[in-house]
């Protein structure tokens, strides 16, 4: 009951984040340290990858660095890529994020080594919810889509790698700028019921056990 509970309120906070999201224009930015951001987020991450059998690791050169971003949008973008890297990875394999600073860019990647995407896929890849026949049954096949929108919303882009049973690499690419004090602040966009965000947004993809009691933040 806990897990259909998690995976219906996922469901909602997907179809909420798509609205938003999927609308033309620039994100509002703000200065954040990303790098707490996204490490925040994959520590816990790591404890559920353990619950697949998975490895799990994330590398980053640099303790702080502040750069303009979405937080919700750079959130719901890394929990989008490690529900697909932990539902299509099977036990034994292993899942990478990295967050690195190159050439002016900040880029953000999520590496699986799981079952990776055929090249018919490939073509429509972000693009898989205009084509329902071509939609996994693991889900609406709204995620990826709804990725790349955010990257352009931060004036980015998303890159994807895959080749069939040799995994899959995703990449996020946006400016490393700042926009001072007078950058607009994120707006919250989901419910989490008082529960752990990072379980209810994962839930698709991690086993009955996730579920044995309640997490709260």
Known sequence: LDQSYY?????????????????????PLRDLDIVQVVGDLCDQAEGLAG???????????????????NRAGVEQLLYQLLSNAFKFTPAGGSVTVELKCAGGRMLLSVADTGRGI?????EV???????PERIDPHGLGLGLSLCARIAEGLGGRLLAESQPGKGSHFTLSFPDRLVG????????????????RTLLALSDALPPQAFLQRNLD
Do not use: W
Request: glycine letters at 8%; hydrophobic letters at 40%.
């Open 51 to 69: 619950l697949l059998g998975l490895t799990f690791a994330f590398h980053c050169r640099t303790p702080r660095h502040v750069c303009a971003a």
């Open 181 to 196: 004090s007078g950058g607009v602040s994120d707006v919250a966009f989901d419910y989490a019921g008082g529960f752990n």
């Open 118 to 122: 055929p090249p018919e896929q490939m």
């Open 7 to 27: 995976r219906l309120l996922r469901l909602v906070n997907n179809l909420t984040a798509a609205q938003i999201f999927q609308k033309e224009g620039p994100l």
């Open 125 to 131: 890849l972000f693009e898989r919810y205009r084509h």
